[in-house]
Nanobody, 123 residues
Framework: DVQLQASGGGLVQAGGSLRLSCAASGFTFGDYSIGWFRQVPGKEREGVSC????????FYHDSVKGRFTVSSDNAKNTVYLQMNNLKPEDTAVYYC????????????????WGQGTLVTVSS
């Protein structure tokens, strides 16, 4: 069975850092792109950052460029999202996702989703 296990969320003050992890299993890791999406109540799930495992190509939402870094550890089938200089507007439930063709600009049609992890940034 495909599993995406997200972890690392929590409560942090503005300006602080968190690192999210997404551990994947049940599929050929190198054949997929892995992404981080986030959602707040009443809004659509939005793509934050994605990485192609095969060639390392990355994508970042404009709002997180320069603050967030996505990376992968292929030996561990795990993708990380290092989040620095966090802002209150980053508060959301963060989900990891996997798809062979992952359009980080939309959450529609994604093959696999993990459970969310809550990130709360206090001002």
């Amino acid at each position: 069975d495909v599993q995406l296990q997200a972890s690392g969320g929590g409560l942090v003050q503005a300006g602080g850092s968190l690192r999210l992890s997404c551990a994947a299993s049940g599929f050929t890791f190198g054949d997929y792109s892995i992404g981080w999406f986030r959602q707040v109540p009443g809004k659509e799930r939005e793509g934050v950052s994605c990485i192609s495992i095969s060639d390392g190509t990355t994508f970042y939402h404009d709002s997180v460029k320069g603050r967030f870094t996505v990376s992968s550890d292929n030996a561990k089938n795990t993708v990380y999202l290092q989040m620095n200089n966090l802002k209150p507007e980053d508060t959301a439930v963060y989900y990891c996702a996997a798809d062979k063709v992952l359009w980080c600009t939309t959450s529609r049609g994604v093959d696999y989703w993990g459970q969310g992890t809550l990130v709360t940034v206090s001002s």
